[in-house]
C-alpha cells in the first residue's frame, strides 16, 4: 500500500521514488501513483506542506523557532478584522507570514448581489486561494529569542524584503507590527 498524504485543501498525494540521471534516488509526491510508489517516509525525510498545499518530501530538520513563537504570531493574525487572508508557517529560522492574493470571495458575491452560507465562502476560498510572502520575522538571537522584522517591498525596482525597525522579542513585533496587515500603514513601515 503506497504511502498517501492528503493536503489541506482535501487532494490526496502518493509518495514516489525515482532514479535521477546521476544515479541517486529522489523522492516526490504525485497526484496520481508515477515510477514506483513507496510505502513509508524514507529515514531522515519528512512531509511538509507550503501554505498553497504544495506537497513535498524533506530533509528533516530541527526547528530554530519554537511552536509557542508561532502560536503568539498566530493569535495576533486571529485578531484581525480579515484574519482569513493571513498564514503564518516556520522555515528555518523564520516565521514567514502569508497573504491571500486576489478579491476576498464573500466581498465579490455581496458586490454583485449574491449570498452564499460563510462556511461554504470560505470552504471555497481556502481551497483555491493562492498565499504570497509579506512579512516575516528573522531569529537573529537564539539564547535571547530576538528577531529581526521584514516586509516586502512591492516596488517594481526593489521586489525585496526590507528592514523594519530594530530586532525585539516576537510579542514585542506582533503586537506592534501585525495590526499594519491589510492597511495604509503597513507600505509606511521602515
Not at 529522489?26 to 510505502?39: G, L, N, S
Not at 518530501?57 to 502560536?71: H, I, M, W
Not at 514567514?96 to 452564499?116: N, T, V
Request: charged content about 25%.
Amino acid at each position: 500500500m503506497p504511502f498517501t498524504y492528503t493536503n489541506h485543501k482535501g487532494f490526496t498525494y502518493y509518495l514516489c521514488q525515482a532514479t535521477t540521471k546521476t544515479g541517486k534516488t529522489r523522492y516526490y509526491f504525485a497526484r496520481e501513483p508515477k515510477d514506483t510508489t513507496v510505502e513509508k517516509i524514507p529515514v531522515g525525510y519528512q512531509v511538509e506542506e507550503s501554505v498553497n498545499g504544495v506537497v513535498s518530501v524533506v530533509k528533516a530538520s530541527p526547528k530554530l523557532v519554537s511552536p509557542e513563537e508561532l502560536a503568539v504570531v498566530e493569535a495576533a493574525l486571529k485578531k484581525l478584522s480579515k484574519s482569513h487572508k493571513y498564514r503564518a508557517r516556520i522555515k528555518n529560522k523564520q516565521i514567514i507570514i502569508y497573504e491571500s492574493r486576489g478579491a476576498d470571495f464573500g466581498e465579490m458575491l455581496a458586490g454583485i448581489g449574491w449570498s452564499m452560507p460563510a462556511s461554504i465562502g470560505r470552504e471555497f476560498e481556502e481551497r483555491h486561494a493562492q498565499f504570497s510572502p509579506i512579512m516575516r520575522f528573522i531569529l537573529e538571537e537564539p539564547e535571547e529569542r530576538i528577531f529581526s522584522p521584514q516586509r516586502w517591498c512591492f516596488r517594481g525596482s526593489i521586489d525585496d524584503w526590507i528592514n523594519l525597525q530594530c530586532p525585539a522579542k516576537i510579542e514585542v513585533l506582533a503586537k506592534k507590527l501585525l495590526p499594519t496587515l491589510g492597511t495604509d500603514v503597513f507600505f509606511e513601515l521602515y
